[in-house]
């Protein structure tokens, strides 16, 4: 049965989802997963939601963008800002993201699943 999620089996055959392949950015011929930023991205202060996606580099196939929302009283916090504490705050440097966008909510689906492919279309036409 094909889901399109991606995961593992540890050792103690307990099963670990770590994103959907069509999420998965390739940097550098790395594997990054989407989840594993987001997971550091949410622990800054002024985030309240944030979703983060691919987007084409020229010399490492793809790099992490992240759009976030911030919190309603964290509204003077800058993107640069976020983005260096975000990325001090990751060891691999394939992970490291290379913007940050904020943004005033996260498009979902009818199920509450964050469509990235449009936040990838507002990054692009925004540039």
Do not use: C
């Not at 989840?35 to 490492?60: K, L, R, Y």
């Amino acid at each position: 049965l094909y889901t399109g999620d991606l995961g593992y089996i540890d050792e103690d055959g307990f099963l670990y989802l770590t994103g959907r392949k069509k999420d998965l950015i390739i940097s550098g011929g790395v594997n990054v997963y989407p989840a594993d930023i987001e997971e550091v991205v949410i622990q800054h202060e002024a985030v309240n939601d944030v979703a983060v996606f691919g987007v084409p580099h020229p010399e490492w196939g793809e790099t992490p963008v992240a759009a976030i929302v911030l919190k309603e009283h964290k509204r003077a916090s800058s993107s640069i800002e976020i983005q260096n504490w975000v990325n001090k705050h990751i060891d691999a440097r394939f992970q490291k993201l290379s913007e940050v966008m904020i943004v005033a909510e996260l498009p979902r689906n009818i199920a509450g699943k964050v469509l990235k492919h449009e936040l990838k279309k507002r990054y692009e036409d925004a540039k």
